[in-house]
């Protein structure tokens, strides 16, 4: 693991999820940029090798008989890249937390880098790990909905309403500082998620987007919300709001899809249940582990239908499945079909071109704003 | 009454609003277009009066001592103009169903003729009848959630989901057909509601509005989804969604209000309920009737808490408050303050204003589209 | 309209139905015990024919050629028997309020009055009004849910947690006092409702039950809380849970239907919709006015799916089937079946039956208690 | 650990939870009753120290140097009894899934071990582990709901709505066994919980109750629907409704108390929210980790409000709990009074006196039963 100490958020779930997950040990760490504290830090989590860099732990593992499987990366995002681009030059499976990088160009040669050394790179989008996220995307893929027409996403939190970073707040530090969150606030941090989640769940790819970006609170450096109107291919329309200042709401992550026969509604707080209307038909509720359910829900289960599951399980189910990749690749052997919906550098990519796009359109007037493919 | 013969919905609705209110007394009508039918339909409906066209029933009942107090318009949208303008030179109150006409200049020139004549005039903005609209606005203006940043507005429903107007649908037919219903569809029918609901409840102006208009049903010749990102005076910041192939909704129209200082939830679909998140407080669930509900909510509210009221009964409001403002005329002495708050003419000027806009931007690759003044 | 002068809850409710319903007018009334107020309470309503007392009312009318089609009853609940008898006897079909007596001989006698006379005798147990209590009972006859085996009901309230009657409150007064409201205070308030809509919606009888009754608030001369396990014939069990001292309760009648091959779920606070769980099939919700809702509710729904109904409706429902029962019966023919829901004398009988068993078996220890068919 | 090899659904959530919580290794175990299963599915599970039978792992446990601080018993429940007094005999702290015997014979034995030997004893009531469970407990004990008056809580499942025993079901078919359950089926296996959560958020006893017992499914062996009405010390009333039978529940443990001030609503389905209506002012809703929530809930919450938890998160508490007292020990330091509120043997005394009493009152014609004090 790299970055991540005690008092870290991400590091900590990271850290969950491979436990639970019951396929990784955790044997090595830089856990901070700062060397004593890196030492120190892994000495407290009781991780047997201590490294005082990043550099020095891709060095010296590249080069061990029991060298690690894959590092996690959960450094504040604009160390994303230098540490992944070590690991990757030694040979070693990546786990990124997301946003992949702070700039597009990085993002571009991360992908350039992955595909040269043919390793195995997981961005930890979070909320794909969840299992009626892929019952969504499976129903959505299997045509049950018809052509897509709507597509209307949004995340709002409300812990940025003041300004906490001033007040000492580490997360809030961080991830209102361009220097080491990038050009985006709010946009990077939640909005990608929003925006991946559209893409996964239908399988669209967003051609074009007209964005409004405000920054609410006096003082703040970047935005804090995020407005946009989405034009996928094949004509389907989207709305994406993302915003840390939206009072009342805790971790709203809601997605909906409308297509020409039926709709799905999922909310991350309630993250059990998916609601399905057919068109002429009456709503149904599709409960997680439930009946009714597709295969690709089932495999990332956990728990008997009403026993609920939450952040950590769908965190470690992207855990669970790249140590099915990982094994596979050990192994020689294909791995099983089902654990391949984490996300990869492909989708760091997009994400890359989302915040662009979104920057470049804010700037000009919320003008429509083409989005590469990647 | 003029318009509104056996099968017409809005129709029966005013109707039961004002037997329901127990202020008003259906005397005179001129149900439909066809003189025929207009007259069987009074006779089928047992109303004393009937005229064979609306122009005919404003030059007599002018001219009768006992003539009727108001009336009440509820034609397809292109004859709001017409009918309205009519009764108003007769010197009658009138009650119009929205939206107020199918053309900006028609609409302003009846906000002149208001002017001119003196006359009260009660646009049917249904939605603002709801005691806990009204305890929303209330607490807006108030300042109990400070400024405020963002609105999200929505109002989706998915009867027009399929070309139900190939069909033979009434509804559906006058709905989308642009000779009646004037160039906005889904725009007009509904969205005029939902950016109505916005601007009555926080008292804030719409300055400017980027807007993306979709015809999603093959063959429909009005627009049957509208997307759009607003900007409020003062710096609040909007989105505005109305769909009318959103399958799963019947009548989802959704208000979310959020401040500085505290957030509000509303839905039409489940209306006695008002979600208030103060900020850095527990949610609280406001219930019509309920404890510390304020005095506008008070005022139009008919039962006890938890015996629900619903959409005839927020219509009804409209009908109370109306006949306090004409029986305040009629005893000249000023009306009771909390009967002001129907909509009225300048209402349907906004949003006629609204439409125009839209209409504009949309065709303008969404460009920012300033919204005059009324 | 016998009883509910200016100030009353139930009486001007039922001037709402009957207004609504557009079926009757409210032409006589003796609305107080108290001549004088009885006179200038006609007279405050604009109701024509005053009159100082029922008996000169009944008398009256009954030699009237213009005579009254039915009388509306609504004083509190001991006067309901003596004046239910006299219209009966003058020949005058009786709408009457919940409880039908305060005592069995009482309900068992004018049972019998109406099989004499042959009268329509309508009992407003509000709730069968709702179109989705109707769903409910239709699907559960035809069999949808399989054999039933447990109910779940309740009817819980807060108003009464203080001694609000020691306040000066006339509705919380005349419901704590056994002189006016008979020996059951919420038991007969509103535990009689709660039975009413197991039996109703299910056709079961229920053939003994198991009761404890509690008075919580101090000094309070009725019960206010009352539990009881029931035993249906046919095997099924039940629960009911009515409270008048539930604090966060302000009118919370939920009806939970458990069968063999399904269960509904309905709640009176929010009557649109009702959830219905097939065995191994994912719940669904069916809505009023919905998709694949049968033709009882049809019959007593009057606004399209997502235009909320309430209390209101429901009420004006049963004032709906009686017009249609009496008109049916002056013109001399077959009433439409779907108007014969309105319950009548015998399931007032009922309710006697089940506030006597309550009482008996609360002083026998909770001893299972038969419950006598009617 | 002993019981639980694969396909045992408890004993994987206690490896989970042990794994989760991060203060467990699992180094020895017996996980089956043939020994040969026992030793296969250890080296499957890569557990170190393989025991062919749970008198050979406790007997060699304690003489070893580096022997286990804790074993955890995951067995049918039939089993629990003999497992537990080895270890406690062992010198060997325990963790007991629940109910903890089937007898209470056996149960008031093992609460006279654990006394003599001075060892702790955790027993796994999973739904104690919830934060907002917490919460309801710190909220009631601090009076914040005044003297509490009603409890109404209910268990429904679905998931033995047919007999599924007889198709070979494993977990179905030691459940409604009265070899391996002992006399209790539904009773026994939720309705404990049921009673447990009760007591435990209340801290108030019960001391007597009324009940009656049914089994639905033709065929099976024990019953699986408890009704039950309890009478607490103090004067509160409580309903208790378990139901394996109740189609359209997965796993609905519902908890409502009402007290003379305040309100509280639970529902393990949804574990991050907990309703509070304080008497005369709006509900409030309580999240976890969120706004004004208590010590005891704090103590219990591993992720940010709106990052949801579930049952693993809740079982996780437990083992969290009980390590630091076991730490503690160790430590010769008094353990973190937020530690202790980890059921134990007395909570087990409890659930068998409540099963008994249902057993004795369901025999009695469903008599009030007292029930002991522990």
Redo the contacts between chains.
């Keep these: 693991m790299v970055g991540g100490g005690p008092g870290a958020?991400i590091g900590a779930?990271h850290?969950?999820a491979a436990?639970?997950s019951?396929q990784f040990e955790l044997v090595a760490a830089a856990l901070s940029s700062d060397p004593q504290r890196s030492l120190s830090a892994a000495e407290e989590l009781h991780i047997p090798r201590a490294y005082a860099s990043f550099t020095e732990m891709a060095d010296q593992e590249a080069q061990r008989d029991d060298r690690i499987d894959a590092v996690a990366i959960v450094t504040p995002n604009h160390m994303h890249y230098a540490v992944a681009k070590a690991f990757l030059d030694a040979g070693i499976h990546v786990i990124c937390d997301k946003p992949l990088t702070t700039t597009l160009q990085d993002a571009l040669d991360l992908s350039k880098t992955v595909t040269r050394t043919g390793l195995i790179f997981g961005l930890t989008y979070t909320y794909t790990g969840y299992p009626l996220v892929r019952q969504a995307r499976e129903m959505v893929l299997a045509g049950e909905?018809g052509a897509i027409?709507?597509i209307?996403v949004?995340y709002a939190?409300?812990w940025l309403?003041?300004p906490l970073e001033a007040t000492g707040s580490k997360q809030a530090d961080w991830r209102t500082d361009p220097e080491r969150s990038g050009p985006a606030g709010c946009l990077g941090d939640i909005g990608t998620h929003a925006y991946h989640l559209a893409c996964f769940t239908t399988g669209l790819r967003c051609s074009e987007l007209?964005a409004?970006l405000?920054t609410?609170v006096p003082g703040r450096r970047l935005d804090d919300?995020v407005?946009s109107?989405l034009?996928f291919e094949g004509g389907a329309?989207g709305?994406l709001?993302a915003?840390q200042?939206?009072?009342?709401?805790?971790?709203?992550l809601e997605l909906r899809i409308?297509?020409?026969?039926?709709?799905l509604?999922w909310d991350?707080?309630?993250?059990?249940y998916l609601?399905?209307?057919?068109?002429?038909?009456?709503?149904?509720?599709?409960?997680r582990?439930?009946?009714?359910v597709g295969t690709a829900s089932k495999w990332a289960t956990?728990?008997?239908?009403?026993?609920?599951?939450?952040?950590?399980?769908a965190f470690t189910q992207l855990y669970s499945d790249l140590a099915e990749q990982i094994t596979a690749r050990l192994d020689g052997r294909a791995p099983d079909k089902r654990a391949l919906l984490v996300p990869g550098v492909e989708d760091g990519v997009d994400g890359l071109h989302f915040i662009t796009a979104v920057l470049d359109s804010a700037r000009n007037?919320?003008?429509?704003t083409s989005i590469p493919k990647t």
């Design positions: 958020f779930v850290r969950a436990r639970l019951d909905l027409r709507m209307q949004e939190q409300d309403s003041t007209a409004d405000t609410f919300n407005q109107m034009r329309k709305s709001w915003s200042i939206a009072v009342g709401h805790e971790n709203h409308y297509g020409e026969k039926g709709s509604v991350q707080e309630n993250p059990n609601r399905h209307s057919p068109l002429g038909e009456q709503p149904r509720l599709i409960t582990g439930g009946p009714e956990k728990l008997p239908a009403g026993h609920p599951e939450g952040y950590f399980e007037g919320s003008a429509w």
